[in-house]
């Protein structure tokens, strides 16, 4: 059965790069592709040499290598069909329910629109993985762009219906500072105030916080609680329906 290897790196100021590399077929694939000499070193480093890049969304800080490193390995571009037009170089465009071989994994591709219209997520499940972009953070989501508050809820319960186990890269370290906001949404959570003790423990040792995984962010992340008691009473909003207390978290984390 084949195996997934993942390199994780940071990049930009506070993006991750991720190189992800099938040993029986020597495929490895960059997800997304901040900077190209971010991703050029990387791939210096692990000895893996480049066959595609999966664009989550069209922002420049997840595309803005996409054509140095085209040029530099040959690499195909996939990338989401809902914003093609906005990913350069571009080769294969997916959407949800779509699925395609890397080596001898299978990726499947979800939907996951609210940061931008198009965005998607890339999860394997023999690897157990996910690559949810701009869409989920530890103990935070992206912000809501180009979608809506009900639509990004929708595209967050796609990611809450994976299994628990599931790692998930994202595209960004904002967890320290998530923390903090998630606090005062729900002080009295202790698997939450627990993890963000150990996320200011690894950032002060300059250690990443991600991946993280869907049963870790259920337990602890406030955007997917919008249904525990404690959290409508905070907010004043008993019995509201759990895409409107989404929201409100959400402009609340704006505001902070
Ligand atoms: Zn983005
Ligand atoms: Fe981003």
Known sequence: MATLEIHQFPCLSDNYGVLIHDGGSGLTASIDAPDADAVAAALKATGWKLSHILTTHHHADHTGGNLALKSQTGCSIIGPRGEAARVPG????????????????????????????????????????????????????????EGDARMMWASLQKLMALPGETSIYCGHEYTQANAKFALTIEPE????????????????????????SIAIELATNPFLRPHVAAIQKRLGMEGRPEWEIFGEIRERKNRF
């Open 90 to 145: 571009i080769d294969k465009p997916v959407g949800g329910g779509d699925a395609f071989a890397f080596g001898g994994l299978q990726v499947r591709v979800i939907d996951t629109p609210g940061h931008t219209a198009g965005h998607i997520t890339y999860w394997i499940p023999d690897a157990k993985t996910a690559f949810v972009g701009d869409t989920l953070f530890a103990i935070g989501c992206g912000r809501v762009i």
């Open 189 to 212: 959570n202790a698997d939450l105030q627990k993890r963000a003790r150990e996320v200011d423990h690894l950032r002060a040792a300059g250690k990443p916080t991600l991946p993280t």
